[in-house]
């Protein structure tokens, strides 16, 4: 989303428009629905599911017809089939899920047993720097620690996981260090006594009593109460409601002026953006896009479902902040990109970044507040708050896979700076153009440049969205 000062205060902010840097994406074509294999194939045939959008929703249509023998299922990609798993599968059982429209596997393991592996792992091993997610591929919990998860820790870790049985969970390192994503970012700025925060925008809502509002990471709303859209701008947005640690990382912050205008769009560079039209739940093996404001557009696959992540505490160098119900995915993102947006091709709402390891160099692990989940906790609703010209006043609706790998992404002189045309968001995701231009976010060329993301004419409004000095990590 894009994010432009409107007269009178009218100001919308969304998720920073800025480039990217690292891996190519590759997106299947838009599709507008569902669609059955050739002409003349059985009742029971698999459907083809082009859509993102539509392997979620027969998903969780497969969830409530099949109750408690459905044990998981996944998109996969290459045939563009969901997979759903079932236990005790009595023939009856395999039909429904199959005329359903699914691919039927049989599996060992019941989504209670394990919950039960999850609630062992949370007993005993509530270590920093670890992880844990069902994998419906596997049909097993996958626990991942990270770089930090070393001597003692590592060997009460392991022993654990082995003590559950390896058929049903694994463990795995990550190169990385599991942590919040605050810092370096240029879409949203708080002043703190430590400093300046900064995060990125995800979803513009419409709070419950109507009014606008927008939904970003509950670490940032934990971190501070009120919001610009720069640097040393006056507050324009107040935090109404904020969880984390806990079961979720998700905030819930009004716009000061009741007549700011906030459309439900992603920009994605280059003066394009995407619609965003309806709240997604996630499925495993579908491909998503996450927008952020220190990295910009970056696609990959959702891997895991109610992921628990415990991240090394930040107030108390021996606590542990532990986040349950995230959603897994091998998106990279970096400081900075905390709160933005992950969506899907056809315009669903599916999360915002809560943290993870790596970065968009070398890769790593993304973990994503689930956008249904926030929604229904915060009574908010996603869509449009106000009429009239929208942040960045892009006018055409964007298609993620055509912005995804180029080199030339947003964030550089043409990204956030130009009205209107259409876009493919996977052709920006990856562009080496970087965030502002190659010297990176926050020196004296990069995020907040003359040039860059943050000009007076872009999408970082008046005085750019970072400074050399950089913002101090929270």
């Known amino acids: 989303m894009s994010h432009k000062r409107i007269p009178k205060r009218k100001a919308a902010i969304a998720v920073g428009g800025v480039a990217a840097l690292g891996a190519a994406a590759f997106l299947l074509p838009m599709a507008n629905a569902s669609q059955d294999n050739a002409s003349g194939a059985t009742a029971t045939a698999p459907k083809t599911l082009k859509s993102a959008t539509d392997a979620s929703d027969l998903a969780a249509q497969l969830q409530d017809l099949l109750g408690q023998a459905f044990a998981g299922s996944y998109y996969d990609s290459g045939k563009q089939q969901l997979?759903?798993?079932?236990?005790?599968?009595?023939?009856?059982?395999?039909?429904?899920?199959?005329?359903?429209?699914a691919v039927v596997r049989q599996v060992q393991n019941s989504n209670s047993e394990l919950a039960a592996v999850a609630s062992t792992l949370k007993t005993k091993a509530t270590i920093p720097g670890t992880a844990w997610a069902v994998d419906p591929k596997t049909n097993k919990v996958v626990v991942t620690a990270d770089s930090t998860v070393t001597g003692t820790k590592w060997d009460t870790l392991e022993s654990t996981v082995q003590g559950l049985g390896s058929d049903m969970a694994t463990l795995k390192k990550s190169s990385g260090t599991f942590k919040p994503l605050v810092s370096g970012g240029d879409a949203i700025f708080s002043q703190v006594a430590d400093g300046t925060v900064r995060c990125s925008l995800g979803f513009n809502v419409t709070a419950s009593d109507g009014t606008p509002a927008f939904l970003t990471a509950g670490h940032c709303g934990v971190a501070a109460k009120d919001w610009s859209d720069s640097e040393t701008g006056e507050p324009i947005a107040t935090v109404d409601q904020a969880t984390f640690p806990g079961e979720g990382d998700f905030s819930l912050v009004k716009y000061n002026d009741p007549a700011t205008?906030?459309?439900?769009?992603?920009?994605?560079?280059?003066?394009?953006?995407?619609?965003?039209?309806?709240?997604?739940?996630?499925?495993?093996?579908?491909?998503?896009?996450?927008?952020?404001?220190?990295?910009?557009?970056?696609?990959?696959?959702?891997?895991?479902?109610?992921?628990?992540?415990?991240?090394?505490?930040?107030?108390?160098?021996?606590?542990?902040?532990?986040?349950?119900?995230?959603?897994?995915?091998?998106?990279?993102?970096?400081?900075?990109?905390?709160?933005?947006?992950?969506?899907?091709?056809?315009?669903?709402?599916?999360?915002?970044?809560?943290?993870?390891?790596?970065?968009?160099?070398?890769?790593?692990?993304?973990?994503?507040?689930?956008?249904?989940?926030?929604?229904?906790?915060?009574?908010?609703?996603?869509?449009?708050?106000?009429?009239?010209?929208?942040?960045?006043?892009?006018?055409?609706?964007?298609?993620?896979?055509?912005?995804?790998?180029?080199?030339?992404?947003?964030?550089?002189?043409?990204?956030?700076?130009?009205?209107?045309?259409?876009?493919?968001?996977?052709?920006?995701?990856?562009?080496?153009?970087?965030?502002?231009?190659?010297?990176?976010?926050?020196?004296?060329?990069?995020?907040?440049?003359?040039?860059?993301?943050?000009?007076?004419?872009?999408?970082?409004?008046?005085?750019?969205?970072?400074?050399?000095?950089?913002s101090s990590s929270h």
């Open 261 to 470: 205008q906030a459309p439900s769009e992603v920009n994605v560079g280059n003066g394009q953006t995407v619609a965003i039209n309806q709240a997604v739940d996630a499925t495993v093996g579908e491909t998503v896009f996450r927008m952020g404001s220190t990295t910009g557009l970056h696609d990959g696959q959702v891997t895991g479902l109610d992921a628990t992540v415990n991240f090394q505490s930040e107030t108390d160098p021996n606590g542990v902040d532990t986040v349950t119900g995230l959603i897994q995915t091998n998106v990279c993102a970096e400081a900075g990109d905390s709160g933005g947006s992950l969506f899907t091709q056809d315009g669903g709402a599916v999360g915002m970044t809560s943290g993870g390891s790596g970065d968009c160099t070398s890769g790593g692990e993304t973990f994503f507040q689930p956008v249904t989940t926030a929604l229904q906790a915060t009574g908010a609703t996603l869509g449009d708050a106000g009429a009239g010209a929208g942040a960045g006043d892009a006018g055409a609706t964007a298609d993620p896979s055509a912005t995804a790998g180029d080199e030339n992404g947003a964030g550089d002189q043409a990204g956030g700076d130009q009205i209107g045309g259409a876009a493919d968001p996977s052709a920006t995701a990856g562009d080496e153009t970087g965030v502002g231009d190659e010297t990176g976010t926050g020196d004296a060329t990069g995020t907040g440049d003359e040039t860059g993301t943050g000009d007076q004419s872009g999408t970082g409004v008046n005085d750019g969205s970072a400074v050399d000095d950089g």
């Open 83 to 101: 997979v759903v798993n079932v236990i005790n599968g009595d023939n009856n059982i395999v039909v429904q899920a199959e005329q359903a429209g």
